[in-house]
């Protein structure tokens, strides 16, 4: 069938139902559509067969859903209506969950029901949770509505209890720091990445993106205690919480402020304090960057982890959003040559739920002095890290995507000797979007997994990619199918196999083999040098594109309408210049 997405956004989710309708294959295409004559021009260009919105901010016009079958995706169960659903699931605490697939009608969110699905609320982040479980469950339930359509089917009207609720404002997330941390994280969780919670901090007005909980520390409320990899510990009644990343507040037509590292953005501001950093570990004196076996509190936060398993050593890590500035990716560089000098045979590289890595911090880079400078170390950071990953020649390493995946992240992922990925995960092994050409030795890597042809398509594109497809490509070598709460422990054990394999020792004497001929003929660094000579005639042309979509990016300015495909092929002869 033919398929229009109609999507206020790019999003997540978006890029996922296109990737997987188009396995299927379905003739699928996207418009950004911000208002109802968006919406009509969009359908009216593409006369689709079905149109269906993963994520519609807008309203649909009643000309066109009652001209033609139009499927909205509510992220709530059956009789749950209105825009701040899942916040509000998150709030009231729900363990329970689902995503339905709507007919679009005059009264938002009470169409006849084509198809829905369940899942269990772990305790997560909004954005984690819905990239990873509503994610799935809203894939079950297009497949299904999807697939009941093109047979013919029709639509079940809405029965049972009817909850509407309004949407939530800023003014209900704030919060009280004499409350319990669970109540707290709550708060936080359920504004992690977009809007955040508004508070005050140290005589300025902040928001608040994403918060962890802690076991060990303990203050007075809403005093700061503690600094880990950027983040702030608070004091709650009967705890603390880890504050990832703030935002701070501006007046009214005032730019968007960058979303930074809580550190990086009290520093900014001049009001950082002297805080102490914890040891992660109670039983020995360590620091994130440097792993120990060890085991950290039940509850305590850090950005980057180290455990082992007999001959497995799991290096894992998660930056907000996926993005690795300057500063992640010096400290995960020093973690890794650290977890390089324990005795295993095998180092799986991530392995946590959520996203793996996007590449560099565009929000850190925005928020310098100089973003092109910032830009420089942030790209000669990234590729310090992949060349250590390429150069690890003593034992097998395997990059293990737990979630999304793109530009600079996929090609992080493409140093190690095995790639494996969730399921659910969705890669974009490109850079158009953002103006670039790229780097992280993807001239080498790329072309090395996938051949010539399909590393051309896949950068000339500028597709998601999803897992299924991935592995089809060559991109990754093994699809992991569980519950992204089960992706820690299932990459475990396959790595725990691996390790015993007879062929290991073979392998690991290959790669060297193979690196030493390597660099005799044709040496890395030479492709470190090509591809960085492209990316700072960008970064140091103040009319390059990178800029303003960079900018655009970070202050969330409105995706103007019409096809993301268009945007990306106007922007391919940008960055190949």
């Not at 799935?136 to 013919?152: I, S």
């Not at 969330?556 to 096809?563: D, L, Q, R, V, Y």
């Amino acid at each position: 069938m033919r398929v229009l997405l109609i999507a206020s956004g790019y999003n997540s989710l978006t890029q996922r139902v296109r990737a997987e309708l188009g396995d299927r294959g379905h003739a699928v295409s996207v418009e950004i559509t911000p208002d109802g004559d968006a919406v009509r021009a969009a359908v009216g260009r593409h006369t689709p067969d079905l149109v269906l919105a993963p994520m519609l901010k807008t309203v649909v016009p009643r000309d066109v859903w009652s001209g033609r079958p139009c499927l909205i995706v509510h992220p709530g169960p059956v009789g749950d209506r209105g825009p701040s659903s899942l916040d509000r699931a998150i709030l009231e605490g729900a363990t329970e969950w689902g995503v339905t697939v709507l007919q679009a009608a005059e009264e938002m969110d009470a169409g006849d029901v084509w198809a829905t699905a369940g899942f269990c609320v772990p305790e997560a982040g909004k954005s984690d949770l819905y990239r990873n479980e509503l994610s799935d469950a809203a894939m079950t339930a297009v497949h299904l509505a999807v697939e009941r359509f093109a047979a013919g089917a029709r639509p079940r009207p809405q029965t049972g209890p009817v909850r509407t609720r309004p949407f939530l404002r800023q003014e209900q997330r704030r919060i009280s720091w004499e409350e319990d941390t669970d109540t707290v994280l709550r708060t936080l969780r359920a504004a992690d990445s977009q809007p955040g919670v508004p508070d005050e901090l140290l005589g300025a007005e902040w928001f608040l993106h994403g918060g962890h909980p802690e076991d060990g520390l303990r203050g007075r409320p809403g005093e700061l205690l503690a600094a880990r990899g950027g983040a702030v510990c608070r004091a709650t009644a009967d705890g603390a919480v880890w504050l990832p990343e703030l935002r701070a507040r501006t007046g009214p037509g005032a730019a968007r402020a960058c979303k930074l590292p809580a550190t990086l953005a009290l520093a900014l501001a001049g009001r950082l304090p002297g805080l102490p950093e914890p040891p992660l570990s109670r039983r020995a004196p360590t620091s994130p960057d440097t792993p120990t076996p060890a085991p950290a509190p039940d509850r305590t936060w850090s950005d980057i982890r180290y455990r082992e398993q007999g001959a497995v050593g799991v290096l894992s890590f998660s930056f907000p959003g996926g993005a690795m500035s300057t500063g992640h990716c010096r400290r995960l560089l020093r973690a890794y040559r650290t977890a390089c000098r324990r005795p295993t045979s095998v180092l799986v590289l991530g392995g946590q739920r959520d996203f793996f890595s996007n590449g560099i911090h565009l929000h850190v880079i925005e928020a310098a002095a100089d973003p092109a400078a910032e830009s420089w170390a942030n790209i000669n950071a990234m590729n310090d890290l992949v060349e250590a990953v390429l150069t690890t020649t003593d034992r097998l390493v395997v990059s293990a995507i737990g979630g999304n995946a793109a530009a600079g992240g996929v090609m992080l992922a493409l140093a190690a000797d095995e790639v494996w990925c969730r399921s659910g995960s969705v890669l974009n092994p490109h850079y158009r979007r953002m103006g670039l050409y790229g780097s992280e030795y993807w001239t080498h890597t790329l072309p090395r997994k996938v051949g010539p042809a399909m590393a051309e398509r896949l950068t000339r594109s500028a597709r998601p990619v999803s897992a299924s497809a991935a592995r089809i490509a060559g991109l990754v070598d093994r699809v992991v199918d569980c519950a992204p709460g089960e992706f820690s422990a299932e990459i475990t054990r396959l790595a725990a196999r691996l390790a015993t394999h007879p062929s290991v020792a073979r392998r690991v004497a290959a790669k060297k083999a193979e690196h030493e001929a390597r660099e005799a003929s044709n040496p890395l660094a030479a492709c470190r040098e090509r591809e960085l000579g492209r990316m700072r005639a960008i970064f140091d042309d103040p009319a390059a594109p990178y800029h303003a979509l960079r900018r655009a990016f970070v202050r969330k300015e409105g995706p103007a309408a019409g096809s993301p495909d268009a945007r990306d092929a106007d922007l391919a002869g940008a960055a190949d210049r």
